[in-house]
């Protein structure tokens, strides 16, 4: 089966018809019906609000706004630096604006987000088997399945349960990045001494050129915008034996405030669209759901 590109976020409900969130207080959206949604239902009484945030303003990662005169954005090609291609192929470029693929989020704006259009990220899905005492692994008792473990941690801005993942870095390939959000959010990277990141880092380099694409594409994002959107590469990375991520000693860092091993089951609600990267990660392993 081909995990590379897949349709099943083609849709959003996480960023319709809730408040954005911003640093200074919610800012409210346009509510959207979900007959609404697509582009192409004729709407005329559609009065989204225009929000970018005034804290990316400036900022050397984030684009200009779009009436800058010194902004000229070339968009669905790599322009310079910035990738504005997106997984999902040619995205409509409206009054200059490129509108979100999935339809109206009831947001006009870039929001939060630094680019136009999509903004990349990578989530590491790190996972191994549940095993007792005696390494034996463990099965459901009801599905028979064994049951699989994964990295999560608790998200510093929201609370939620998430996969500890970030935004692809200027000139970052996935790979890079996959291994600096793992190595910052779940063991505290940036609080290491040098000689510890040197020997984490070296632990890690192989491993992490095994991962296998669960995902390319849209992310059901509270972030996203009419115009600014979050799409993702989803690689899984998994210890058949668990020698390497047994002794991996986790400790939150940089956008996490918790970190931990949790059980995989059609009881997770994590944050965005992460469970259902996590279903497909169980799919592929024919684990318990």
């Known amino acids: 089966m081909n995990y590379s590109i897949r ?19 919610k800012v409210a959206r346009f509510q959207v019906p979900d007959d609404k949604v697509p582009w192409n239902i004729i709407w005329p009484e559609y009065a989204p609000p225009y929000y970018t945030s005034p804290h990316i303003m ?27 291609c997106s997984y999902h192929g040619s995205y409509t470029v409206f009054n200059n604006f490129p509108q979100n693929p999935v339809g109206r989020t009831g947001l006009a704006g870039r929001g939060i987000l630094g680019k136009w259009g999509p903004n990349h990220a990578a989530d590491p899905i790190l996972t191994k088997w549940k095993r007792d005492e005696n390494q034996s692994v463990i099965y459901h008792e009801l ?26 870095d200027t000139g970052e390939t996935i790979t ?18 040098t000689e510890a990141k040197k020997q984490i880092s070296a632990q890690l380099n192989y491993f992490f050129t095994t991962g296998v694409d669960i995902y390319k594409g ?18 899984n990375f998994h ?12 400790r939150s860092g940089d956008d996490a405030v918790d970190v931990m091993w949790i059980d995989i089951s059609s009881n997770l609600d994590l944050y965005a669209s992460h469970t259902y990267l996590i279903k497909l990660v169980v799919t592929n392993h024919n684990a318990h759901w």
């Open 7 to 25: 349709r099943g976020l083609l849709n959003h409900f996480k960023c319709r018809n809730v408040d954005y969130p911003s640093k200074n207080g």
């Open 58 to 84: 400036g900022q050397t990662w984030a684009d200009s706004e779009i009436d800058d005169p010194g902004f000229h954005p070339v968009w669905n090609v790599v322009d310079g630096s910035t990738n504005r």
């Open 143 to 168: 599905s028979k399945k064994p049951i699989l473990q994964f990295v999560g941690i608790r998200r510093r801005d929201c609370g939620e349960w998430a996969l500890p993942g970030g935004m692809v």
């Open 176 to 193: 890079q990045t996959l291994k600096r959000e793992f190595m910052e959010e779940a063991l505290n990277y940036l609080e290491m001494e």
């Open 218 to 235: 849209y992310v059901d994002d509270i972030r996203n915008t009419d115009n600014a959107w979050i799409e993702t590469v989803a690689q």
């Open 239 to 250: 210890d058949e034996s668990g020698s390497l991520m047994d002794h991996l000693k986790l």
